[in-house]
């Protein structure tokens, strides 16, 4: 059975510039200018009064979603597409995104079905997608997350786990990437010391030996 690298990565603030496609839309909600929201947020945004705002941030989520085609609509973070891509291709990398973009309720198909559509359409290669809020609970070799909580349940649970920097997760410790370039050298230095510890891994898989499963985005 062939031997697969897991990169376990998250969507939001990793691979999707969520906190630059959000704003635009948060003025919009709020009826304040753009230039007044800050670029440096936390999460769910307390520095744009989010927090205060009728319905909190959760009914603004909803709006995004299914009235601006959120998850449709945000651009890629620097580098993500072409770094997975080198990645899945050139490499022993199975992609599993890992996200939980349905925490909201009501407007599950909607999100599944933007973030579908948004995979396919930047051509970001994946074997498996999990919305699910533990991510601790599904395997890889690596994870990459921005996320304080994630981090710091992956970190509880001795994951392997890479900080995606970016102002939400200012000050925690652990290994951290500033960008997809520096994350990409890590992730190749990792699979070397992963080939070492696992007899009989190829170094690398050509591209016409990937055969990825229906639906799974390659």
């Known amino acids: 059975m062939e031997k697969w690298f897991v990169l376990g990565v998250d969507l939001d603030g990793v ?14 909600w709020l009826g304040v200018p753009i230039e007044s929201l800050v670029d440096n947020v936390k999460y769910g945004m307390p520095e744009w009064g989010m927090n205060r705002a009728p319905g909190g941030y959760d009914v603004f989520h909803r709006f995004a979603v299914n009235e601006r085609n959120l998850f449709r609509i945000l651009e890629p973070i620097k580098n993500a597409p072409q770094a997975l891509r080198r990645l899945a291709h050139n490499h022993n990398v199975r992609v599993r995104i890992l996200t ?4 909201v309720n009501y407007i599950h198909q ?9 995979l396919d359409r930047h051509d ?7 919305f699910m809020p533990d991510k601790s609970a599904v395997f890889a070799d690596l994870f990459v997350d921005d996320s304080e909580k994630v981090i710091k349940e992956l970190q509880a649970a001795k ?4 900080i ?23 992730v190749l230095s ?4 992963w080939q070492k510890r ?18 799974s985005g390659q």
């Not at 939980?100 to 925490?103: A, F, G, I, P, V």
């Not at 990792?190 to 010391?193: F, H, S, Y």
């Not at 170094?203 to 990825?212: D, I, M, N, W, Y």
């Open 15 to 28: 691979c999707a510039d969520f906190y630059k496609g959000i704003k635009p839309l948060a003025a919009e």
């Open 110 to 118: 909607t999100a599944v079905c933007q973030t579908v559509e948004w």
């Open 198 to 215: 696992t007899p009989g891994v190829p170094e690398t898989t050509a591209k016409s030996e990937l055969v990825a499963p229906v639906g």
């Open 164 to 186: 995606f920097s970016n102002s939400t997760n200012v000050g925690l410790s652990g290994r951290r990437a500033l960008d997809w370039n520096e994350l990409e050298r890590m």
């Open 159 to 162: 994951q392997n786990v890479v």
């Open 124 to 130: 970001i290669p994946y074997w498996d997608l999990c």
């Open 190 to 193: 990792d699979i070397e010391e």
């Open 100 to 103: 939980h973009r349905l925490y």
